[in-house]
């Protein structure tokens, strides 16, 4: 096993957003060859993760947990424990465009394949993913990385209980507690703000094929979003894969007893999408 640490540094000379003292974490978890006959395929998929904490702090209910079961289908993974509260947006998208650049321009390092990168968000980290999936090739990007973006563009994302929207039936608030950190102080009212972050608004046609799932019994954030999301995605003729699965409130990462007290049937999640990166490799194969 490769298991290492990268920071993510960026230049706040191109950001209108404040700087702040923390450093984001890359860190690498890297599946390698050894003497005992053990080989990997060398065009391995990599999986970028984002852990959830309603841009407050960064779960490892939402990390490593997760990281080892893409490890054990054969995958690179690799974890961001990117900025959250004080420092408000475009920093953490930044950060993750950041990472997705740096993993696939090292992918040949790493024995994976550069056109197989996918970014797999929880919670508010689904927003930060579906952020990465929606804005990669919008304005805070080609602000900071110049108008040639293409190599900021996930091959795919995996939405786990996304925090999409800002609003609910136009006026209950969908996790607020994200969208207050988010913002800031001073733009947690902004109205044009708050509706440019309704993600479900910002697909396109140029929006990667999702895998996106929650449960019916959510009340933390409402699968109301991840719908919403799925519909943007059929809409734009965008591929997507959807589970609603009926039992588990907010955060079951796994969904098994490594992050539960008990077991539940949405523990087939992690599966199903690794069969769904393997269809989609496939597809892109043919």
Request: hydrophobic share 35%; charged share 25%.
């Amino acid at each position: 096993m490769i298991y290492k640490t990268k920071d993510i540094e960026l230049d706040y000379s191109k950001i209108s957003a404040p700087h702040t003292d923390y450093v984001p974490k890359l860190r690498l978890l890297i599946p390698n060859d050894c003497d005992e006959n053990v080989k990997y395929t060398p065009d391995r998929p990599t999986v970028l993760i984002l852990p959830g904490g309603g841009y407050a702090m960064t779960s490892e209910r939402e990390a490593e947990p997760i990281a080892m079961h893409f490890l054990a289908r054969g995958m690179n993974a690799a974890i961001l424990y990117y900025s959250v509260k004080p420092a408000v947006f475009p920093v953490a998208l930044l950060e993750a465009l950041t990472a997705v650049k740096y993993l696939r321009e090292t992918a040949e390092q790493y024995h994976a394949d550069r056109d197989k990168i996918y970014v797999c968000g929880f919670s508010a980290g689904g927003h930060l993913a579906a952020s990465v999936g929606t804005l990669w090739n919008g304005k805070e990007a080609r602000g900071y990385f110049g108008e040639n973006t293409q190599a900021l563009k996930p091959d795919g994302l995996i939405l786990a209980y996304p925090v999409i929207i800002s609003d609910f039936d136009g006026e209950k608030m969908i996790h607020k507690g994200s969208f207050n950190n988010l913002l800031g102080e001073e733009n947690r009212e902004n109205g044009e703000m708050l509706e440019y972050l309704c993600l479900d608004r910002r697909v396109s046609k140029s929006t990667p094929p999702t895998f996106i799932w929650s449960t019916f019994e959510d009340t933390g954030v409402p699968c109301d979003s991840t719908l919403r999301f799925a519909t943007a995605l059929k809409k734009n003729g965008v591929p997507f894969e959807l589970h609603i699965y009926e039992k588990g409130t907010h955060g079951k990462a796994t969904g098994d007893l490594i992050t539960n007290k008990e077991t539940y049937r949405l523990k087939n999640w992690l599966k199903e999408v690794c069969d769904w990166i393997e269809d989609t490799r496939s597809a892109y194969l043919d």
